[in-house]
T-cell receptor
Framework: KAGVTQTPRYLIKTRGQQVTLSCSPISGHRSVSWYQQTPGQGLQFLFEYFSETQRNKGNFPGRFSGRQFSNSRSEMNVSTLELGDSALYLC????????????FGQGTRLTVV | SQQGEEDPQALSIQEGENATMNCSYKTSINNLQWYRQNSGRGLVHLILIRSNEREKHSGRLRVTLDTSKKSSSLLITASRAADTASYFCATDVYNNNDMRFGAGTRLTVKP
């Protein structure tokens, strides 16, 4: 069974640009969550999608958005990039909501210059 | 916001020794999961323990949960150099996959 696949693995963008990251969950998993990891703030929850609907959202500005497609694949978008958005963005896949193991992809390393 | 606090922040041991990491959290939880991360890569799922469970084992790993003290511990027995990584606990408060992570424990196992 293939694991969680995130693309691209590495990305360099300029301030003010926008970026789209992609996550393909484990086959059969319907929940996809996104996290931002930085040295200063650690791992922080961005949002979670289940059955194409955003169910939960963390404390991030509206520049961070996402969506989920009918095949459970998810994308997150960050507009008007800031230097502080440089981070490792991790996607987690779960079978369903609540009390199930969450499996992570390798992440997308975003650098904003 | 972070929910869990791992202790210690860093731990250095010799191969073959046991490593114990602790995690404390602030609010009631539905489950707690432990993860391993190698140098800025993805997180590897180790164990999930539910709020009504007290102990779980998986190979050389043993996790305990004390909901009265709002704490959990991860024990790695007979450690190996390959166990060198950062270890995180994550709590699911609302049973909705919104997991709150601690800052992690950096474990170094010397050969």
């Amino acid at each position: 069974k293939a694991g969680v696949t995130q693309t691209p693995r590495y990305l360099i963008k300029t301030r003010g640009q926008q970026v789209t990251l992609s996550c393909s969950p484990i086959s059969g998993h319907r929940s996809v969550s996104w996290y931002q990891q930085t040295p200063g703030q650690g791992l922080q929850f961005l949002f979670e999608y289940f059955s194409e609907t955003q169910r939960n959202k963390g404390n991030f500005p509206g520049r961070f958005s996402g969506r989920q497609f009918s095949n459970s694949r998810s994308e997150m978008n960050v507009s008007t990039l800031e230097l502080g958005d440089s981070a490792l963005y991790l996607c987690a896949s779960s079978l369903a909501q609540g009390s199930t193991e969450a499996f992570f992809g390798q992440g997308t390393r975003l650098t904003v210059v | 916001s972070q929910q869990g606090e791992e202790d210690p922040q860093a731990l250095s041991i010799q191969e073959g020794e046991n490593a114990t990491m602790n995690c404390s959290y602030k609010t009631s939880i539905n489950n707690l999961q432990w993860y391993r991360q190698n140098s800025g890569r993805g997180l590897v799922h180790l164990i999930l323990i539910r709020s009504n469970e007290r102990e779980k084992h998986s190979g050389r790993l043993r996790v305990t949960l004390d909901t009265s003290k709002k704490s959990s511990s991860l024990l790695i027995t007979a450690s190996r150099a390959a166990d060198t990584a950062s270890y995180f606990c994550a709590t699911d408060v609302y049973n909705n996959n919104d997991m709150r992570f601690g800052a992690g424990t950096r474990l170094t196992v010397k050969p």
